[in-house]
């Protein structure tokens, strides 16, 4: 079993590395790929742990990028990727440290609003990861009793960017994210094979081929959001660009939106055989 997406808490999963290999060791998965946002912190160590799980640690990272383009939001998965990588650093650091600030804000704004919670009460829910979340806050707000879940009715209330049909969430702070493109290539510059990751989450399927051209190498077919519309429309932009095929549960532990297990949305054998060759062909470039 291969499952190519998946977090731990040094993002924002709610278990630590070696409980989420753990997990994937009783599921059956061999491959698991470890795809923090923003970071390859911790990789090196995960597979180490890997080996001794019999479960072959993927270094990956997920992306948090943007379409300046079409004005949508984008995830960049890239797999293979050499943690610690110059180009991975350069681009990603600025992005973890401006999500950090922007969670102080969201906090303290709460707090005059008169939620009961402390600035330290969520960083101890974040302890181990590399900066704060939105889920980290929702975890505090669960423990205090004003709300019964992560996301719902007051995640929106709090954290909605706003719409037509929508308001404003009264802590919502915007985060400027790095551009598609870029994220394709600091992947590429750091060894990765370059994959988008949920295209229809975000509608990201106009942009695939203009990013099939400027490397990117694969695209999320199975995915917990995804219906079958979409995996058809993500496997046939495969087929007509010569992009790899990928799925992966994208699991988040006590975090997830939609509650997928380790290994619940795989990658086929065929395509990860693909993923190897293409890996390997980087490699002589």
């Not at 110059?86 to 704004?109: D, Y």
């Not at 619940?264 to 190897?276: D, N, P, S």
Request: aromatic letters at 8%.
């Amino acid at each position: 079993m291969i499952d190519l997406h998946c977090h731990t808490k040094i993002s924002d999963c709610s278990y630590p590395t070696e409980e989420v290999i753990s997990m994937a060791q009783e599921k059956g998965v061999k491959h698991l790929a470890i795809t923090n946002h923003d970071t390859t912190y911790g990789l090196n160590e995960a597979v180490e742990i890997g080996k001794s799980h019999g479960v072959a640690i993927i270094p990956g990272i997920e992306v948090s990028a943007f379409d300046y383009t079409r004005g949508n939001r984008a995830h960049i998965l890239g797999l293979y990727v050499t943690p610690g990588h110059q180009a991975i650093t350069q681009l990603c650091q600025p992005l973890i440290e401006q999500r950090h600030r922007a969670s102080q804000i969201m906090v303290n704004t709460l707090i005059k609003a008169g939620y009961e919670i402390s600035w330290e009460e969520v960083e101890e829910l974040a302890a181990g990861g590399t900066g704060v979340y939105k889920q980290h806050i929702m975890h505090a707000l669960l423990k205090k009793g004003y709300t019964n879940s992560i996301y719902g009715t007051l995640y929106k209330k709090l954290f909605s960017k706003g719409s037509a049909d929508e308001e404003k969430g009264v802590a919502y702070v915007p985060i400027e994210y790095v551009p598609a493109e870029n994220a394709i290539q600091a992947i590429r510059d750091a060894g990765g094979i370059p994959i988008l990751a949920h295209p229809a989450q975000f509608n990201n399927f106009d942009a695939v081929e203009e990013w099939a051209k400027l490397g990117l190498e694969g695209i999320e077919v199975n995915h917990p959001l995804h219906n079958e519309h979409d995996r058809e429309k993500a496997f046939y932009l495969a087929e007509r660009l010569n992009l790899i095929q990928t799925g992966g549960s994208d699991f988040h532990g006590f975090y997830s939106d939609t509650q997928s297990e380790i290994g619940a949305f795989t990658t086929h054998q065929e395509e990860f055989e693909k993923l190897i060759v293409r890996k390997e062909r980087m490699m002589k470039i």
